[in-house]
C-alpha cells in the first residue's frame, strides 16, 4: 500500500528568538506528490482494511474543495480501487470542470455523486448508508475528513523517536481531529501538543476526547480567522511574506493560521524559554489557487 522513499525532514525557522525558542517545521506535506501530508496517514491503514476485507471501491464525502476528496480519488488510481465522492451541493453538479478539486479527482476516476446539504448532514446516518449501498453497491466507507480509528492510529506515525525525544511542544492545525489525536497518542509524556482549529467553536474538544485517553494538549482557539476558510488581510500578508522569506509554500486554512498562531504566542510569551516546538506542515496545496476565500468581518 502507500509507502514513500524519502524520510521526512524538519526545517529549522527559528533558529533563536530574544528567549531561545526554537521552531521547526516536520514537512510531512512532501511525503508524498498526490497523497500528501496528514492524508497519507490517514488513509495508509485504511487501504491496507480495505484490501483484507476485499473490498474494490472506495466511498467517502466531501466539499468542493476537499483535500480528504482529492486525496481519495488519489489513492483509488494508484492503488486500484474504485472511488465514490458524495459531494455536499447539488448545484455543483454542472460546475465540475470549473472546480480543479473536482476537476481533478474526476480526472482521477472518482464517481461524484452531488447531495443536497439537508442530505449531506445524513452522511453518519445508518438508513442513508443503507440508501448509498442500493444505488453503488457494496463499498468501504470512510467518514469526512477522513478521521476513524484507523486514520488515528496512521497518525500515530507521524511523530519519529527524535522528535518525541527532542521537542517540547507539537503544534498541528485541527480539522477532524484525528491528525491530533494520533499525534497526542504518539507523543512522550513530557511533550505539549497544541492544536489551532480551522474551525470555529470549541466542540473539537469532544472530538478529540473520543480517539485519546491522554491530558498532555490543548487548542489555541483564536487563529481561526472567523471559521472554516476564512481569511483576513493580515493572515494573507503573513503567509506570503512566511513564502518569501522561506520559500515554502503554505495555505490558508489549515498551515497559515496554525504558523500565524505559533508566531503570536512566540511575541505574547506563551512558550517558556528555551523552548522547541515542531509545527506540522500537513500538506493541503492542492486547494490553495482552487478558490476565493472569504474575508472574516
Not at 453538479?93 to 446539504?117: C, W, Y
Not at 507521524?158 to 507523543?187: P, W
Amino acid at each position: 500500500m502507500l509507502t514513500h522513499s524519502q524520510p521526512i525532514k524538519n526545517t529549522l525557522l527559528l533558529a533563536s528568538s530574544p528567549n531561545g525558542i526554537q521552531l521547526h517545521l516536520k514537512r510531512i506535506d512532501l511525503i508524498h506528490p498526490t497523497i500528501s501530508g496528514n492524508k497519507y496517514y490517514k488513509l495508509k491503514k485504511n487501504l491496507i482494511e480495505a484490501r483484507t476485507q476485499s473490498f474494490h471501491t472506495l466511498l467517502t464525502f466531501g466539499g468542493a474543495y476537499s483535500n480528504h476528496i482529492a486525496a481519495v480519488a488519489a489513492a483509488g488510481l494508484e492503488h486500484g480501487f474504485q472511488t465514490i465522492g458524495i459531494i455536499r451541493g447539488e448545484e455543483l453538479a454542472d460546475k465540475i470542470l470549473e472546480n480543479p478539486t473536482l476537476r481533478l479527482a474526476q480526472a482521477q476516476g472518482m464517481q461524484l455523486h452531488f447531495v443536497s446539504r439537508t442530505d449531506y448532514r445524513r452522511k453518519a446516518d445508518h438508513e442513508f448508508i443503507e440508501q448509498l449501498k442500493k444505488r453503488f453497491g457494496e463499498f468501504y466507507l470512510i467518514p469526512e475528513g477522513g478521521t476513524n480509528a484507523l486514520a488515528v492510529q496512521g497518525c500515530e506515525e507521524i511523530l519519529t523517536e527524535q522528535d518525541k525525544q527532542e521537542f517540547d511542544y507539537i503544534c498541528c492545525a485541527v480539522g477532524t481531529g484525528g491528525t491530533i489525536a494520533g499525534m497526542i497518542n504518539s507523543s512522550s509524556d513530557q511533550q505539549k501538543i497544541l492544536g489551532f482549529p480551522a474551525l470555529k467553536g470549541d466542540f473539537l474538544t469532544s472530538e478529540i476526547q473520543q480517539w485519546t485517553t491522554r491530558t498532555n494538549w490543548d487548542l489555541c482557539l483564536n487563529y481561526h480567522f472567523g471559521g472554516y476558510a476564512k481569511t483576513s488581510p493580515e493572515l494573507l500578508k503573513f503567509i506570503q511574506d512566511f513564502q518569501n522569506k522561506t520559500n515554502i509554500a503554505i495555505e490558508p486554512i489549515y498551515t497559515g493560521k496554525m504558523l500565524f498562531g505559533i508566531f503570536d504566542l512566540i511575541k505574547r510569551g506563551y512558550f517558556p524559554a528555551n523552548s522547541k516546538i515542531l509545527a506540522i506542515h500537513t500538506g493541503g496545496l492542492q486547494g490553495k489557487q482552487n478558490r476565493s476565500l472569504s474575508l472574516s468581518k
